[in-house]
């Protein structure tokens, strides 16, 4: 097959195409023939060796569209031809064939669900204790009638500390239904936009719904607000009862891009922000900051967290990791530092991942949130597109085209 490889990390310009053999789907996996792969901020930080050496010829891309080529043993419910969107968390999007576990590949129209392998309860091999923050629930403690978990500066709830319904995507019951009991499917989403989706959407979901626990009234704060996971998360937080949402961004065209394609209140400049975030909630602050960018950016963030807030942190694209924090912000107004990371929640907790893919791509298919593809390049191109994100140019998100053979209308 024809792959975007790289075998040593760098720059841009590692990125190759090359002729790799057709891989195998293993036990509870689907080989999936890619259409579209997403371009992700974290295939940059692949490349340049943020997640260690390449070993020989990598392939990098953690999302992908196709239509499924092959089953692994034990993988029932879809059949050869299905169109999927799929995580992919080891990678390999960005080749003409991709393998994906069953667990994180999600049918697109007129396909059933795929039933996961026996023995699937959600629970890795290292871990059978509940994800605390990202587990549901179940077990909070009555209050005594007329208790209402309000603060007397506030009439808002303050999520984390009464007791949660789980929120969408978090009751185990609810892991593969909806509400009214149907299906979770993301029957909506053609192949273009479902190959920019499975990544962004469940990461944008579970940061908000997972670590943030965001509830009905919190007012929210989304940093790199244009880009892939910054427009999913804005719409995903209003879907899930955001009252207010404000972004952040580096650049005035970014600003007015952001605020017409994702429903943001207000847009900011990165530079001062907590000034105009302050001006624009009366001084409260808000309840929620999705921060992925770092550095100063999250420093300046705690000046905007309101009592009870929760600022999320999932990743360090200002590429500042050694940044110190203060602690005493957070415990004096009751507020919590809360952290991210699919990839390790894929592995210790892959049915949460599962549901909250599940949730966030319903969402899409209903047309509450809306993936902007903006650009689209050949797999040739890839090196091309990596230039486009690893400079911050990048708005909405950006698709490699790797094989319309099949027809792309689902
Ligand atoms: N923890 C997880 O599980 C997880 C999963 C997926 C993504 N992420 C993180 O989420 C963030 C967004 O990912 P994405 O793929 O959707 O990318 P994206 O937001 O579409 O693009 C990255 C954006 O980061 C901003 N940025 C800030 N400082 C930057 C710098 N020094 N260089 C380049 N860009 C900079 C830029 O927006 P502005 O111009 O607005 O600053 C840029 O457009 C990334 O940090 C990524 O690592 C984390």
Redesign the pocket.
Known sequence: MRASAFKVTGGPEVLRLVDLPDPEPGPGEILIRVAYA????????HRLGDFGEPDGETVTG?EASGRVAALGEGVTGVSIGDPVTAYLPDGGGYAEYAVAPAAFTFPLAGAPAVRLPDGFDGRAGDSDRPQGGFAPVASALPLPDGFEGRTSDSDRRPAGFAPSTGGPGLAPSAVDRLPDGSDRRPDGLDLRTAGGAA??L???Y??LAGAARIAPGDTVLV??????????AAQLARALGATEVY?????PE?AEY?RRSFGYDEVFA?EGFPEAVLAATSGRGVDIVLD????P?RLASFEVLAPFGRLA???????HPDLQLPVLPIWKNNRTLT???????ARRAPATVRAHGLSALALAASGAVRIDVTEEYALADAAEAHRL??????????VLAVDQTSPSGV
């Open positions: 997403g371009v992700n901020y974290g295939e940059i930080q953690l990544l962004v469940t990461t944008a579970g940061v940093h790199a607000a244009a880009g892939g996971v910054g427009g999913a972004g952040t961004v580096g650049t970014k952001a990165r992925p960018v770092g550095g950016t942190v999932y990743g360090e694209a200002a590429r952290g991210y990371n699919i990839g390790d929640l994100l690893g400079e911050g140019r990048n708005r909405g998100k950006v």
